[in-house]
């Protein structure tokens, strides 16, 4: 036996529950009948505890990678940085336009290059991955 309800409902949401009773094709007491039954069931916070805790896992991973990849640009940009140190020497001071004309022109010729880089998708941590471990990239089948 079913006990009759009449409540009002503000606009925007009655307009909600027509237009999703109408794409399921099923009537809209139907539709607020399972709302309140999984509104109501006493397993409801124990299911949104387990969606969120599914959501947190998700973005713990997302987190991970991209702390391994800022990991690797680190330490890439680091030992290039050590190594243009400790292996360009000083210019003299007669030279020092000519240079600083020349670094210019290789900026921007890097930062077209990263932009075209960027455009492919290619990155950095799949490259070095790739060059670390190669034999476990065919077997993976990511070559």
């Not at 539709?31 to 599914?54: C, G, I, M, N, W």
């Not at 336009?97 to 455009?119: C, H, S, T, V």
């Amino acid at each position: 036996m079913r006990t009759k309800h009449t409540f009002r409902l503000p606009p925007d949401l009655a307009g909600k529950l027509a237009d999703y009773a109408a794409r399921k094709s099923v009537p809209q007491a139907l539709v607020v009948e399972a709302a309140l039954a999984s509104h109501l069931s006493p397993d409801a916070a124990e299911r949104l505890e387990a969606a969120l805790a599914r959501r947190l896992d998700r973005m713990a991973r997302q987190i991970e990678r991209l702390e391994r990849h800022v990991t690797i640009s680190n330490e890439a940009l680091a030992v290039f940085v050590r190594h243009w140190l400790t292996s360009t020497p000083p210019l003299p001071d007669a030279a020092l336009p000519a240079a600083q004309a020349k670094g210019r022109e290789r900026y921007d010729g890097f930062i077209e290059a990263l932009g075209r880089r960027l455009a492919r998708g290619r990155k950095l941590a799949d490259e070095v991955t790739h060059d670390v471990n190669p034999a476990r990239e065919r077997d993976e089948g990511h070559v």
